[in-house]
């Protein structure tokens, strides 16, 4: 059965860092993209990062670029999500996700087939 686990979650101080980390079992990790996902109270989910297969073809938001790095480790079926200037503005729950996708990685939320629980970032200023 397909599990995907996040861990890394904590409350931090602006200007600090975090890792976030994503373990993944049930399906062949190498076949998916992977992407790190944000959402807050009455809105949408918002894609932060994503990784294709590989790991060699990464993309950002806008907001998080210089600041966010994603990796991924397929000898371990995990990804990371290294955050470092911290903004309140970050302060969401983060969610990892797989996507069956041959090419680079999608930025859509609807592109993904596997969702963990999620974690939360409170950033505090």
């Known amino acids: 059965q397909v599990q995907v686990v996040e861990s890394g979650g904590d409350l931090v101080q602006a200007g600090g860092s975090l890792r976030l980390s994503c373990t993944t079992s049930g399906f062949v990790f190498d076949d998916y993209a992977m992407g790190w996902f944000r959402q807050v109270p009455g809105k949408e989910r918002e894609v932060v990062a994503c990784?294709?297969?590989?790991?060699?073809?990464?993309d950002y938001a806008d907001l998080v670029k210089g600041r966010f790095i994603i990796s991924r480790d397929n000898a371990k079926n995990t990804v990371y999500l290294h955050m470092h200037e911290l903004k309140s503005e970050d302060t969401a729950i983060y969610y990892c996700?797989?996507?069956?996708?041959?090419?680079?990685?999608?930025?859509?939320?609807?592109?993904?087939?596997?969702w963990g629980q999620g974690t939360q970032v409170t950033v505090s200023s």
């Open positions: 996700a797989a996507a069956e996708y041959r090419w680079g990685c999608p930025t859509s939320p609807s592109q993904y087939n596997y």
């Open positions: 990784a294709s297969r590989s790991g060699a073809n990464v």
